[in-house]
């Protein structure tokens, strides 16, 4: 660590490079920069953030990051409730929400199963997920997963759990980096995956339930 | 050699600060490249080069960080490669800390199993008695790794199966701690298993079928005994199919808390007159076995690619008398078999190999001290 006169100064240095991709010498950039700025600015920018995480709490219908019980989508009344586009995480409904072609509703999953990480479904968001398919008459379920095998794993373990219902489950088109990098992919190319969803196919879910 | 129009040649490497070496340029033509010095003067580290250039990883095992020149920062590789005429410059970069790169005339791969194969090879060394001492792993290890430069899917198949399988054992694992876990997803893990396994399944079996004649040939002719020599792929999907055997080995999988059933456990037999060449075979006859078995899956990744792969030879008098070298320097002459590199100790032996044919062979004497290499 530099020296600095002040400890003042140094703690909030030490407390900007606790930030992702901050080094010593950017962190003290911003602190001097904060230092210029008006008292009343510099409070008002603690608070916002202190507010943030204090206030920030779990949509209870689907666990989306919210400002009140439930979330701006879930209170929505003109986003159609039939349909649930289920995530892994809220940053996807984050990248979807941005190509404004989705007029649905979500259901985070808060993470896809991977035995191997400790991850199976009684860590998800499953049992809810079950619960608003039952009583708010769900249509369909688009998945919108990794393409990965804990993805497949995860859309397969779902679709199993929601065969007794007989609504219709879709996946997004293929080629597409979901969960977690899903906001890297680009808007287009995120918005036609969604437009182009297909039927979710597998042999292993019907078999079981005929 | 004239570059033949159905082979891979490689006619430039240049190094810098690979291994023991700092800095080292080759220009070669002939069909032979022999490596001779003392110990220790870094001949295997250049046959191990060569491996890299076609594999993307060390032959022995090394990660991509111990390849740079001790104290360096960064390990740097050009070659020029002539493949059915067409030329292929390739740019290997590997910087201390950080990912390697590998290019092929400017364009960069992402994935290493896209790049494998644009340069088969094959590697006799002394280290393949692990493939007759060895484990199943070993033998495994082997035929993967010529599968994989004869078919990108394959690799692609390999890697999703462990992915897969390693998933599937830590299920059964927490189904063990926690009794109340719901498996549901074994069935998912099953299928997408039987699906990858397959198609590795079927690849195995293809080499073991199409070429237990060459290897019997090849063998014959080294050994100039007349002995009866097999190899036998042991794969428990000879008998039975994937459901069946996920079905009998359920409950044995979840105490064992792992995978019984699938390609991961297939081994690769290898007999003389009957008996386990491991237990039986003479160190001269495990030899000429393991020299006739990479010739014979040199013979396969030729017919699979349509040109002739590269052969490194390492330590060439390695456990053979002269009369098998001489049958194995007689085999490698013909046009069967394409651009070879070996090494050697000892150069008044290694004239002497050829002698007669002189002219085929470049040799480049390499001292620990010198960094000049004609
Ligand atoms: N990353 C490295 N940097 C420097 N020297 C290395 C490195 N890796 C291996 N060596 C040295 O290379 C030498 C072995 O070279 P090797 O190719 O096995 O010799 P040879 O086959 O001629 O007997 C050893 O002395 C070893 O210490
Ligand atoms: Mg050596
Ligand atoms: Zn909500």
Redesign the interface.
């Known amino acids: 660590m530099l020296k600095y006169s002040s400890k003042l100064i140094a703690d909030a240095v030490t407390e900007f490079t606790k930030l992702p991709g901050i080094g010593e010498k950017t962190a003290l950039r911003l602190v001097i920069h904060l230092l210029k700025q008006d008292k009343e600015k510099v409070k008002q920018f603690g608070d916002v953030v202190t507010k943030m995480r204090h206030d920030i709490q779990y949509c209870k219908t689907c666990h989306n990051i919210s400002d009140h019980e439930l979330c701006s989508v879930c209170s929505n009344k003109m986003r159609e409730q039939s349909i649930i586009c289920v995530v892994e995480n809220f940053r996807d409904v984050i990248a979807i929400e941005n190509t404004e072609i989705f007029r649905g509703t979500y259901h985070v999953l808060g993470g896809i199963?991977?035995?191997?990480d400790?991850i199976?479904?009684?860590q998800l968001n499953v049992e809810s997920l079950l619960m608003r398919v039952k009583e708010q008459g769900v249509k369909e379920v688009l998945m919108a997963l990794s393409p990965t095998?804990?993805g497949?794993?995860t859309v397969?373990?779902l679709s199993?759990r929601l065969q007794p219902f007989g609504i219709t489950v879709t996946t997004i088109a293929r080629g597409v980096a979901f969960g977690g990098e899903l906001e890297y992919t680009d808007e287009l190319t995120l918005a036609r995956s969604i437009a182009t969803r297909v039927p979710y196919e597998n042999a292993?879910v019907k078999s079981?339930t005929s | 050699m004239p570059a033949n129009e159905n082979s891979v040649f490689l006619r430039k490497l240049t190094l810098t600060n690979f291994k023991n070496h700092t800095k080292r340029d080759f220009r070669l033509s002939k069909k032979f490249t022999a490596f001779v010095g003392q110990n220790g003067v870094g001949k295997t580290n250049l046959l191990d080069l060569i491996y890299f250039l076609s594999l993307t990883k060390s032959f022995f095992n090394l990660t991509d960080q111990q390849l740079i020149k001790w104290n360096e920062a960064f390990s740097r590789i050009e070659a020029a490669i002539e493949k059915k005429g067409e030329l292929l410059e390739l740019v290997v970069k590997i910087p201390l800390n950080k990912r390697k790169e590998i290019s092929v005339n400017g364009a960069v791969y992402q994935k290493a199993a896209e790049y494998i194969g644009t340069i088969p090879l094959v590697i006799i060394s002394p280290e393949d008695s692990d493939i007759i001492q060895g484990g199943s792993e070993e033998r495994r290890k082997l035929f993967d790794n010529i599968l994989a430069q004869v078919d990108t899917a394959y690799l692609e198949a390999l890697m999703d199966y462990n992915k897969i399988l390693e998933q599937r054992n830590s299920l059964l694992k927490m189904k063990a701690d926690k009794p109340a876990t719901d498996i549901s997803m074994l069935e998912f893990y099953n299928s997408r298993l039987a699906e990858s396994g397959s198609y590795i399944f079927n690849k195995r079996k293809d080499i073991f079928l199409r070429f237990e004649a060459v290897f019997q040939q090849f063998y014959a002719i080294i050994s100039e005994e007349k002995e009866d020599v097999k190899w036998h792929y042991a794969s428990q999907l000879l008998s039975k199919d994937w459901n069946m055997l996920f079905e009998q080995n359920l409950q044995k999988d979840l105490v064992l808390q792992r995978t019984s059933a699938g390609i991961h456990r297939d081994d690769f037999e290898f007999t003389i007159h009957g008996e386990k060449i491991k237990k039986f075979g003479s160190q001269g006859q495990q030899k000429s076995f393991t020299i006739a078995l990479k010739l014979s899956l040199y013979r396969y990744l030729h017919e699979m690619k349509g040109v002739l792969p590269i052969l490194l030879i390492d330590d060439l008098f390695d456990k053979l008398d002269t009369k098998r070298m001489q049958q194995l320097i007689r085999i490698l002459q013909g046009d069967e078999f394409g651009q070879v590199f070996m090494s050697d100790t000892d150069i008044l032996r290694l004239e002497k190999a050829f002698d007669g044919n002189r002219e085929q062979i470049e040799i480049f004497t390499i001292d620990l001290e010198s960094n000049d290499t004609v």
């Not at chain 1, 199963?113 to 191997?116: C, F, K, L, V």
């Open positions: 199963i991977s035995p191997i400790g199976g479904p009684e095998i804990e497949d794993t397969f373990y199993k292993l079981s």
